[in-house]
């Protein structure tokens, strides 16, 4: 079956501190890996990964994909309080549909 | 440019009624998703559509749920005879096309179903 697990569930961090959150992933016909920020109702697109290894950047916030063990992470540095929200991790199905399978999410909450 | 639109933002709805919702998807996108996320969950696809296609209808979770989408436009999901356990956030997403492409999510519609 095909799942996407994140941890930690939920992660409280003060302002400034540098956070790494976790995806595994069990996808048919894996093609990519995405990562979402939600923080009302409409989750916002971060990052696609397709290749394994290579650091993609944007700001504070970087990512990498290992397609060896199956799992990607993402970090972001000098938190602050405008990073607070829940990340999404998905894989993308391969074959003829391209539907996300998405994990539950990683709450994250900093304090100043 | 805009992107996509859902609407209504929130519908309560009595048990048994039928609801339409509503998506628009960023122009020229051919792709269209259909997600539901209920309190507290991961998000759960519910159908894809390629044009007005939908070569994937897997993730509907009765005959109760349909939807259908004209040309590379507009797309309905339709729930008839609602029951309390369709209550959720439905979550419209496009993308340029199906494969390889990353998908843009609208701000959802809440149904509650009382």
Known sequence: ????????????????????????????????????????????????????????????????????????????????????????????YGGATNKLIFGTGTLLAIQP | GAGVSQSPSNKVTEKGKDVELRCDPISGHTALYWYRQRLGQGLEFLIYFQGNSAPDKSGLPSDRFSAERTGESVSTLTIQRTQQEDSAVYLCASSLRSLSYEQYFGPGTRLTVT
């Not at chain 1, 095909?2 to 939920?10: A, I």
């Not at chain 1, 540098?18 to 890996?33: A, I, P, Q």
């Not at chain 1, 109702?41 to 696609?48: D, I, N, S, V």
């Open chain 1, 1 to 92: 079956e095909d799942k996407v697990v994140q941890s930690p569930l939920s992660l409280v961090v003060h302002e400034g501190d540098t956070v790494t959150l976790n995806c595994s992933y069990e996808v048919t016909n894996f093609r990519s890996l995405l990562w979402y920020k939600q923080e009302k109702k409409a989750p916002t697109f971060l990052f696609m990964l397709t290749s394994s290894g290579i650091e993609k950047k944007s700001g504070r916030l970087s990512s990498i994909l290992d397609k060896k063990e199956l799992f990607s992470i993402l970090n972001i540095t000098a938190t602050q309080t405008g990073d607070s929200a829940v990340y999404l991790c998905a894989g993308n």
